[in-house]
């Protein structure tokens, strides 16, 4: 047995059972034994790939817009580029070599990596070593000084949610107890408190997550302060929905959420009408939701996957299919949905 769930197995035995957002938060963020504190497994040999992995076009793009939304802020001497949950690095690596046909921005920016896990940490300092990055464990100690442009891609998939099942007629919390065997099992907790949750069908499931919607008021108090934007990219719904989100990955297969802890990533999807709702209530104007098929072939992949087609025929074939992956409906492009936030009075890029 894993130390980590021993010590899961032993918390829910002298505590009772655990909501599903404490179970993620253990699993994923334990100092020991957490997935992205030990053992993140990003990239072709690991458990999952995002977007910047599958493609340079990914973050060349991102890069491009961070310089039309640096113009649109009136092109700033000094400002914070932000990257939160950066992964190995490879987004921004990608965005500021694009950037490189703004010298202004690269002169003006001060790179900044907002990070908990300490093995992604290294690997980004290396990657971005001659941007000489600072890197922070969490938001709220960005410096509050300078107007920012942050972007988030796959970061607000991983915070911890909760999760409440329609029950004869009542809605109870999903929770993880131990099972007759001793094994992790799903079960009903108690009512909701303080929550307004719509009437449903038995059997129905509602997700809700405090951390992704504190995080959204919090950019949104910050942009209203210091200006600027956030960029957030995730797979999510444009509107509140019903179902079961929770998801495990372990080199690329779907696995049950309670079957490795600490050992698969798990996610859940983000309710982007919340994101914006949020932001709007810390003090920022949200942009329309897009999809990222739209905001990618409006920042122009077309001409960018052209380009790097012509430079490397024999790659040709290879980069067409990673567009098609970032883009095609079926694929990256209508589950995955991109969120501006702004300080109000600026209009983001693209949207
Ligand atoms: N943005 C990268 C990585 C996505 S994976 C990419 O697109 O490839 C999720 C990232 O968010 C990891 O770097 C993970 O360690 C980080 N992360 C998870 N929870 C976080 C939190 N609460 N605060 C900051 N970063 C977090």
């Known amino acids: 047995m894993s130390s980590l769930l021993a010590r ?16 993620m938060t253990l699993c994923l963020h334990d100092r020991q034994a ?101 890197s922070l464990d969490r938001i709220g100690e960005l410096p509050d000084a300078l107007p920012l442009i942050l972007i988030a891609n796959e970061v607000f998939d991983c915070l911890p949610a909760r999760q409440f099942v329609r029950h004869a007629g009542a809605w109870r919390e999903q929770v993880i107890g131990l099972d007759e065997a001793g094994n992790l099992a799903f079960g009903l907790g108690p009512a909701p408190r303080g929550l307004d949750l719509p009437e449903a069908a038995d059997g129905t499931v509602i997700e809700q997550s405090p951390a992704q919607t504190a995080l959204a008021e919090a950019l949104g108090a910050r942009l209203a302060g210091q200006g600027g934007f956030a960029l957030i990219i995730d797979y999510g719904r444009d509107r509140p929905g019903f179902g079961d989100t929770f998801q495990a990955l372990h080199q690329f297969e779907k696995v049950d959420p309670l079957a490795r802890p600490g050992e698969a990533d798990l996610t859940f999807h983000v309710d982007f009408s919340d994101l914006a709702r949020s932001g709007v209530a810390g003090g920022a104007t949200a942009s329309p939701i897009l999809t990222q098929g739209t905001f990618l ?16 025929p024999a790659k040709a074939a290879t980069l067409l299919r990673q567009a098609e992956r970032l883009v095609a409906p079926d694929q990256m492009g209508d589950l995955f949905k991109v969120l501006a936030l702004s300080s109000p009075g600026l209009a983001p890029p693209a949207f």
């Open 34 to 134: 957490g997935y992205y504190a030990t053992r993140p497994g990003l990239g072709a040999g690991g458990d999952f790939l995002t977007a910047p992995e599958v493609s340079q076009m990914f973050g060349e793009l991102i890069g491009l817009w961070a310089v039309a939304a640096w113009r649109a802020m009136g092109a700033p001497d000094r400002f914070l580029l932000v990257e939160l949950g950066p992964g190995r690095g490879v987004l921004m690596e990608d965005a500021l070599r694009a950037a490189r046909v703004a010298p202004d921005f690269l002169r003006a920016l001060r790179l900044v990596l907002v990070e908990t896990s300490p093995v992604l940490r290294a690997e980004q300092a290396r990657r971005l070593a001659p941007f000489t990055p600072q």
């Open 297 to 312: 072939t409006r920042l122009g992949i077309a001409a960018r996957l052209q380009s790097l087609a012509a430079a490397q």
């Open 8 to 23: 899961i197995s032993d918390l829910i035995r002298a505590e009772g059972p655990i909501t599903v957002a404490q179970y």
